[in-house]
């Protein structure tokens, strides 16, 4: 809505022949975009930390790290139940950072974004030194 906002003042200012005007409404317009730009991608990066928060999807990814895995390498791995495991590889899935390949009968779960493997490893390394 402020963005339509400015590009019609900006429009105006620019029919009215006013270019001083026009430069300083130029100016918000650019900084309005900015902010719209820097809040999606703070709204992205506070989606894909949501998606991260269970401790349980925090594992998958350490695991899925390391090589790509079938689920029930995951549920002996993690000691988990089948079908807990696979409604968290189904979050993580939905949020695009696990991919998975048919092979047979099973399924083997890797990591889509290496970044993300970085990002958990960080956050238990932290967590490790906080204790």
Same mark, same amino acid.
Not at 104 to 122: F, K, N
């Given at each position: 809505?402020?963005?339509?906002?400015?590009?019609?003042?900006?429009?105006?200012?620019?029919?009215?022949?006013?270019?001083?005007?026009?430069?300083?409404?130029?100016?918000?317009?650019?900084?309005?975009?900015?902010?719209?730009?820097?809040?999606?991608?703070? !709204? =992205? &990066?506070?989606? +894909?930390?949501?998606?991260?928060? /269970?401790?349980?999807?925090?594992?998958? *990814?350490?695991?899925?790290? %390391?090589?790509?895995?079938?689920?029930?390498?995951?549920?002996?791995?993690?000691?988990?139940?089948?079908?807990?495991?696979?409604?968290?590889?189904?979050?993580?899935?939905?949020?695009?950072?696990?991919?998975?390949?048919?092979?047979?009968? !099973? =399924? &083997?779960?890797? +990591?889509?974004?290496?970044?993300? /493997?970085?990002?958990?490893?960080?956050? *238990?390394?932290?967590?490790? %030194?906080?204790?």
């Amino acid at each position: 809505m402020e963005l339509e906002h400015s590009l019609r003042l900006s429009l105006n200012a620019s029919l009215c022949g006013e270019p001083e005007l026009h430069k300083r409404i130029s100016i918000c317009l650019s900084i309005s975009v900015t902010v719209s730009t820097q809040t999606k991608a703070f !709204e =992205a &990066a506070g989606e +894909l930390l949501r998606v991260l928060a /269970a401790p349980v999807r925090l594992a998958i *990814v350490m695991e899925l790290a %390391e090589q790509p895995r079938f689920v029930h390498e995951l549920v002996e791995r993690l000691g988990l139940s089948q079908p807990l495991v696979s409604q968290h590889l189904r979050v993580l899935r939905g949020a695009r950072l696990v991919g998975v390949e048919r092979q047979g009968r !099973e =399924a &083997a779960y890797s +990591l889509t974004d290496q970044h993300v /493997a970085h990002i958990v490893a960080d956050a *238990v390394q932290h967590s490790r %030194e906080q204790q």
